[in-house]
């Protein structure tokens, strides 16, 4: 049984850093896709950054490059999303999800969410002084 855990949010004054986690378990580390997504009041989910298990090769979402930075600790089977000089924009539920499906850490982040395996419950991140 596949399982994807988050941890980490919670409320940030802009500007700031916070660190998101993500323990996966009943994958096989380098046989999938995981990303993070997030989606704020009234808008769409999106794909912020996604990482090909296999390849390590990473995507992110124009507007998070430079401030963000996704990392994982193989032997933990655990994502992490460094999110640093965040701006109220950034405030959203964020949530780790998981595939199996052969594709690029890209084409994670940008296809339809719906058509992902796995998620976790999310964790709200809010940016506000």
């Known amino acids: 049984q596949v399982q994807v855990v988050e941890s980490g949010g919670g409320s940030v004054q802009p500007g700031g850093s916070l660190r998101l986690s993500c323990k996966t378990s009943g994958l096989t580390w380098g046989y999938y896709r995981i990303g993070w997504f997030r989606q704020a009041p009234g808008k769409e989910r999106e794909g912020v950054s996604c990482?090909?298990?296999?390849?390590?090769?990473?995507y992110y979402k124009d507007s998070v490059k430079g401030r963000f930075t996704m990392s994982r600790d193989n032997a933990k089977n655990t994502v992490y999303l460094q999110m640093n000089n965040v701006t109220p924009e950034d405030t959203a539920i964020y949530y780790c999800a998981a595939t199996r499906k052969f594709m690029t850490s890209q084409a994670m982040c940008v296809m339809p969410y719906q058509r992902i395996d796995f998620w976790g419950q999310g964790t709200q991140v809010t940016v506000s002084s």
């Open positions: 990482m090909n298990t296999g390849d390590g090769s990473l």
